[in-house]
Structures are given as C-alpha cells and as structure tokens.
C-alpha cells in the first residue's frame, strides 16, 4: 500500500560529493518524519539525518556540517546532499518515514526502503 523509492547513491572518491533521494507513495494520509540510517558492515545502524512534518532537521554527529536534508512536502519527498564525503561514511543508507495511512481508522507506521550503497574510496 505505502512505498518508499530511493535513488541516488554509488561510488565516490574521499572528498567527493553524492546525493541521495527517497520518496514516498501510496494511500497516505499523512507522512510525518522522513529520514535517512545508514549501516557499515560490522557497525550499528545509526541515525544520518531526518526531517519532520514542519521542516524541523536533526543530524547524526559525524554528518554534522557535511550532509543537507531537505524535503519537498508536496511530493512526500526527501534529498540527502552529501559533501566533504569520508570513507567512513561507507555504508547502506536506508530511507525511512512515519506514515499515517487511513481505511477504517488512521494508523502510523514506520515504513523503510530497500536501501542504497554509498561507497567512499580513500
């Protein structure tokens, strides 16, 4: 019923810049935080960015001055400008969003994407 497209991603070399994009589709009534985790192979999943219903943005601390998030409401998107790219941001990068889909009643779930490989070489 509710998907979440992302795009974007690949092979950048350090200091290089890349971008990502995920938008959401289907029987949405509303769709509240949109954002992104990412995973490294051996490592925890952790937060890169997100963004709420009123534009309110956080970030993980090792993106902090590097990465941009943004958001076209409209569409049920976001973009995740990534610049002054490290090897250390390897990983899977996974779009996430909060979503309040209605039939009978309104229900919020979380939904994911299939994910995308940011790969930096140093």
């Known amino acids: 019923q509710v998907r979440l497209v992302e795009s974007g991603g690949g092979s950048v070399q350090t200091g290089g810049s890349l971008s990502l994009s995920c938008a959401a589709s289907?029987?949405?009534?509303?769709?509240?935080?949109m954002g992104w985790y990412r995973q490294a192979p051996g490592k925890q999943r952790e937060l890169v960015a997100d963004?709420?219903?009123?534009?309110?943005?956080k970030y993980g601390d090792s993106v902090k001055g590097r990465f941009d998030i943004s958001r076209d409401f409209d569409k049920n998107a976001i973009s995740l400008e990534m610049n002054s790219l490290r090897p250390e941001d390897t990983g899977n990068y996974s779009c996430?969003?909060?979503?309040?889909?209605?039939?009978?009643?309104?229900?919020?779930?979380?939904?994911w994407g299939q994910g995308t490989q940011v790969t930096v070489s140093s």
């Open positions: 996430y969003a909060l979503i309040v889909t209605r039939s009978t009643q309104l229900d919020a779930a979380n939904y």
């Open positions: 289907g029987k949405i009534f509303s769709v509240e935080t």
């Open positions: 963004i709420t219903s009123v534009g309110k943005t």
